[in-house]
């Protein structure tokens, strides 16, 4: 899976049209001329994490380099993963979010249980952002993982009524045994490290999150996160649809 | 999938029959009475690592604790999966070790590849040996991961004739559309950061590793590896077969 040496591939807020220039920001300037050695005239690709890529000439160098648009596309995803997660034990928060990102999941959405809280996930924020940036560049994706505020299980289960949700759990069907869907939205909801209580196990039932087995044996809740994001990132990929 | 709070699990070298009593080495006392806080006269589960699994009584508590086995049973697992994962970036080995064994891969074989070579392993395997202890407790295992130590890939890919064998490859098949073997033995090709080199992956297709492909981005070698795991583990459970 893991290719030849990364060539640069940058996210950029903004990306103008074609001929348009962008000065980059310090840390994507030091990104492309001092990690990736690109010098003026050489080309990079550049995202909006928002399903834009582009072609970029380099035009200046310096601690805040210029570059060029030189082709630029817009596409939508054709299907969506959010991971419902709650929290793991210490800083494995840190490793769950790398891996969803590197495997395409849209949106990590941290929930609250009563066997488990997201604490002091404020000063993680940022250094999420961090993690979900790199595996964007890592998977050459154009698409940033959304991390969203941590919210309460009961609020968080409750908006997917048009998606295919599914609830880690080691009773239920083997995960080789169902098909993750090719479009459309699906949900993982994967409890705390210390388990759901029945009358959560319940409330994700009723909002129609079927059971799936991931694996014979308890996986830790990051592990079981990144299981389910696999079973589903593994489904033939029908490609980013082109806006016209 | 993560369950309520971990009874007491304990790997022991040798599990006697029944009636026999085990004098616990210092750290799996220290585990049962301090940290599970097991008195004298309560239960607790063991495994040997090899397929054999017991219920014992805390005899005696202390520095080195005794225990007595009151039920015994020996399984032999209906399937088996080896992971041949080329050196990723950094310490991520560590994470690749916790995982698979969590996912119940049988075996952890480290491969030493043109672009990328396992150093330093030395001081790792006592940590790894740890890390798959862990696990097998999470997991409340028959079967501790075994780890190898690192071998030229093309004497690895050599020994699996018998086994399905796959290679983790963007341009495989998408997993989804594989079925995991449900029995024998299953083999994963992971390469290292940097990738395969073309004579590498003639070399891993003529010896009969089909490519499979794991998500729709590239992925970190740990990743690949982790999600390989996650599609075996997907497979219904034969669950252990039982010694006569």
Same mark, same amino acid.
């Given at each position: 899976?893991?290719?030849?040496?990364?060539?640069?591939?940058?996210?950029?807020?903004?990306?103008?049209?074609?001929?348009?220039?962008?000065?980059?920001?310090?840390?994507?300037?030091?990104?492309?001329?001092?990690?990736?050695?690109?010098?003026?005239?050489?080309?990079?690709?550049?995202?909006?994490?928002?399903?834009?890529?582009?072609?970029?000439?380099?035009?200046?160098?310096?601690?805040?380099?210029?570059?060029?648009?030189?082709?630029?596309?817009?596409?939508?995803?054709?299907?969506?993963?959010?991971?419902?997660?709650?929290?793991?034990?210490?800083?494995?928060?840190?490793?769950?979010?790398?891996?969803?990102?590197?495997?395409?999941?849209?949106?990590?959405?941290?929930?609250?249980?009563? %066997?488990?809280?997201? &604490?002091? !996930?404020? =000063?993680?924020? *940022?250094?999420?952002?961090? +993690? #979900?940036? $790199?595996?964007?560049?890592?998977?050459?994706?154009?698409?940033?993982?959304?991390?969203?505020?941590? %919210?309460?299980?009961? &609020?968080? !289960?409750? =908006?997917?009524? *048009?998606?295919?949700?599914? +609830? #880690?759990? $080691?009773?239920?069907?083997?995960?080789?045994?169902?098909?993750?869907?090719?479009?459309?939205?699906?949900?993982?909801?994967?409890?705390?490290?210390? =388990?759901?209580?029945?009358?959560?196990?319940? +409330? #994700?039932?009723?909002?129609?999150?079927?059971?799936?087995?991931?694996?014979?044996?308890?996986?830790?809740?990051?592990?079981?996160?990144?299981?389910?994001?696999?079973?589903?990132?593994?489904?033939?990929?029908?490609?980013?649809?082109?806006?016209?």
């Amino acid at each position: 899976m893991p290719a030849d040496a990364a060539p640069s591939f940058l996210l950029l807020a903004e990306l103008p049209g074609v001929g348009g220039r962008v000065t980059l920001p310090e840390d994507e300037s030091h990104y492309l001329t001092r990690v990736c050695r690109a010098r003026a005239g050489e080309r990079a690709t550049a995202t909006d994490g928002r399903g834009g890529l582009a072609t970029l000439r380099l035009v200046e160098t310096g601690r805040r380099a210029v570059v060029e648009i030189e082709t630029c596309d817009r596409a939508r995803a054709p299907r969506s993963a959010w991971v419902l997660a709650g929290a793991p034990e210490g800083n494995r928060g840190d490793w769950m979010v790398e891996k969803l990102a590197e495997l395409g999941v849209t949106t990590f959405a941290p929930i609250d249980c009563e %066997r488990g809280r997201w &604490e002091r !996930v404020g =000063g993680r924020a *940022e250094r999420w952002q961090r +993690l #979900a940036v $790199a595996a964007l560049r890592q998977s050459r994706r154009r698409f940033l993982l959304e991390v969203l505020p941590p %919210r309460p299980i009961a &609020e968080a !289960v409750a =908006g997917h009524t *048009e998606a295919g949700c599914w +609830l #880690a759990d $080691a009773e239920g069907a083997p995960a080789s045994t169902l098909q993750p869907p090719s479009a459309g939205q699906a949900v993982g909801l994967v409890g705390p490290a210390s =388990g759901l209580t029945p009358g959560e196990r319940e +409330l #994700a039932s009723r909002a129609g999150f079927r059971p799936i087995s991931l694996a014979d044996g308890r996986l830790r809740t990051e592990t079981a996160a990144i299981a389910w994001a696999g079973w589903w990132a593994g489904a033939p990929a029908g490609g980013p649809v082109f806006a016209s």
